[in-house]
């Protein structure tokens, strides 16, 4: 079959699914109020190919930053693993073959897991009240960065109707050729499925196509952090902490230098 053939086989399974009941999808698209207010929750984005250094990078903001890390890849992956999953063998094939999710589950996965966070900090914090008996002192907005995510102009569109705007976009730029070799060295130890060279080169393909116009879309917006993902992480790191900063996110008190 060729790759046409899958995508538009993928496609018409996608055209005919539904979200089950244990995913509680967003509101729906034509709802003009998202889920989450951008005064009580910041989202940034973090986009970049494959291999760019998202997970790797987001871990070192989810340190210094105070931010919840999404990754819309490892909810997918979690997804497909889940007991009693409807859609585990529909987001294998995606995933093998280099062909976007459907949306709707990512989205759906996505604000669920934003909710079940938000529900346990409150936990956190009424406890925290009730062992001092007095009030605790007021946080920041919660913050989350979402990595691998939007992929698509169509799903920037609908996470922002329905779940929450977007603050920012964190771009990660780098050459093909650095990310292929980050890879191939991962897919030695990872035991996923699209750690092989096929599978690399047409989530490249997907990449430029389809994920680039969104950052584009964001930067006539004047809400992407563009840089350069070369050179060693801490040198990266450094050029995101100077972009995240100038954006107004501070780093959380008790965070150690780096």
Same mark, same amino acid.
Request: charged share 25%; glycine share 6%.
């Given at each position: 079959?060729?790759?046409?053939?899958?995508?538009?086989?993928?496609?018409?399974?996608? $055209?005919? +699914?539904?979200?089950?009941?244990?995913?509680?999808?967003?509101?729906?698209?034509?709802?003009?109020?998202?889920? =989450?207010?951008? $005064?009580?929750?910041?989202?940034?984005?973090?986009?970049?190919?494959?291999?760019?250094?998202?997970?790797?990078?987001?871990?070192?903001?989810?340190?210094?930053?105070? *931010?919840?890390? /999404?990754?819309?890849?490892?909810?997918?992956?979690?997804?497909?693993?889940?007991?009693?999953?409807?859609?585990?063998?529909? +987001?294998?094939?995606?995933?093998?073959?280099? &062909? &976007?999710?459907?949306?709707?589950?990512?989205?759906? /996965?996505?604000?669920?897991?934003?909710?079940?966070?938000?529900?346990?900090?409150?936990?956190?914090?009424? @406890?925290?009240? @009730? #062992?001092? @008996?007095?009030?605790?002192?007021?946080?920041?907005?919660?913050?989350?960065? +979402? #990595?691998? *995510?939007?992929?698509?102009?169509?799903?920037?569109?609908? *996470?922002?109707?329905?779940?929450?705007?977007?603050?920012?976009?964190? *771009?990660?730029?780098?050459?093909?050729?650095?990310?292929? $070799?980050?890879?191939?060295?991962?897919?030695?130890?990872?035991?996923?499925?699209?750690?092989?060279?096929?599978?690399?080169?047409?989530?490249?393909?997907? =990449?430029?196509?389809?994920?680039?116009?969104?950052?584009?879309?964001?930067?006539?917006?004047?809400?992407?952090?563009?840089?350069?993902? %070369?050179?060693?992480?801490?040198? %990266?790191?450094?050029? &995101?902490?100077?972009?995240?900063?100038?954006?107004? +996110?501070?780093?959380?008190?008790?965070?150690?230098?780096?």
């Amino acid at each position: 079959m060729s790759s046409q053939q899958k995508t538009a086989t993928a496609k018409a399974t996608a $055209d005919s +699914i539904s979200i089950p009941a244990e995913l509680t999808p967003p509101l729906s698209s034509t709802n003009t109020t998202p889920k =989450f207010s951008p $005064d009580a929750v910041t989202v940034i984005f973090v986009l970049g190919g494959p291999g760019s250094g998202k997970g790797t990078q987001s871990a070192n903001l989810v340190r210094d930053y105070g *931010f919840t890390h /999404l990754s819309a890849g490892d909810l997918l992956r979690a997804e497909q693993q889940r007991a009693g999953s409807q859609y585990g063998d529909l +987001i294998r094939h995606h995933i093998r073959e280099g &062909i &976007i999710v459907p949306m709707e589950i990512t989205v759906a /996965l996505l604000s669920n897991a934003m909710s079940e966070t938000l529900e346990r900090a409150r936990a956190e914090r009424a @406890q925290l009240e @009730q #062992d001092q @008996q007095k009030n605790s002192p007021s946080s920041l907005p919660a913050r989350f960065l +979402i #990595d691998g *995510f939007p992929r698509k102009m169509d799903q920037a569109t609908f *996470f922002e109707e329905t779940v929450c705007p977007s603050a920012a976009t964190l *771009f990660l730029r780098c050459p093909e050729d650095v990310m292929l $070799d980050r890879l191939l060295k991962r897919g030695e130890t990872s035991g996923r499925d699209d750690d092989n060279i096929e599978s690399i080169r047409k989530r490249f393909r997907v =990449f430029e196509e389809t994920s680039m116009p969104v950052i584009h879309h964001y930067e006539k917006e004047r809400k992407v952090v563009s840089v350069e993902a %070369v050179g060693t992480m801490e040198e %990266v790191y450094a050029r &995101i902490r100077e972009g995240v900063e100038k954006r107004g +996110i501070t780093r959380v008190k008790g965070s150690g230098e780096n």
